[in-house]
């Protein structure tokens, strides 16, 4: 039975080493950034940088694995329907509506919903790191533009991932327009044992 996370929200818990984490698109065009952290000591944690040295791609998905700041896996992706992931931008935070969107009112964020979730696990808003964004299709030109167009994903896509270790996990349904085609949809997922 799959979890639901409404539309501008998160959510956290933790994955035990070998369990499997579906997460899943139910509507279409709607991102989901996920963070990880070591449960056995919370200071180690997902890293773009690590994991763009060892999968030696920008471009992740079936088959890649996601490394942490030690250089431990943390995740291995073993199914992707989508094929699309981001791990270039920061999650959406409230600067960032202000800075990038112009807006002056308050505005839901992945980085408050993933650190106020986290929360309970006494992860602390410094250190949440850059996200890996499910379905969101960030595109780059020669000279290194980049642009955030509209997710690929349809209704019912999903990633299936292997934890690597014991992790604590933090999931939304990404808040940002340009991320998810204009609209907020929920995002599911499933913990699978084996």
């Known amino acids: 039975m799959a979890e639901v996370i409404e539309k501008q929200s998160g959510a956290a818990f933790k994955l035990k080493e070998g369990q499997k984490l579906k997460v899943i698109d139910p509507q279409g065009q709607q991102v989901s950034d996920m963070v990880l952290f070591s449960e056995d000591d919370k200071r180690e944690k997902i890293s773009s940088g690590k994991t763009f040295d060892f999968e030696e ?14 250089s431990n896996k ?30 002056q009112e308050y505005h839901p964020s ?7 979730n986290l929360k309970k696990y006494g992860i602390e808003l410094d250190q949440i790191p850059t996200a890996f964004n499910i379905f969101m299709n960030v595109q780059f030109t020669a000279d290194g533009k980049l642009s955030v167009e509209p997710p690929l994903s349809k209704a019912g896509d ?9 992790l604590i996990v933090g999931l939304t349904a990404c808040s940002a327009e340009d991320s998810n085609g204009g609209s907020f949809k929920p995002i599911h997922y499933e913990i699978i044992d084996d």
């Open 57 to 70: 791609s920008i471009l992740l998905t079936k088959g890649n694995f996601l490394w942490s700041n030690r």
């Open 74 to 103: 943390m995740m291995k992706i073993l199914e992707d329907t989508n094929g699309r992931n981001d791990f270039l931008l920061a999650p959406c935070s409230p600067e960032t509506f202000k800075i990038m969107y112009k807006k």
């Open 110 to 116: 992945c980085f408050e919903n993933l650190y106020t």
């Open 158 to 166: 999903y990633v299936l991932f292997e934890a690597q270790m014991n």
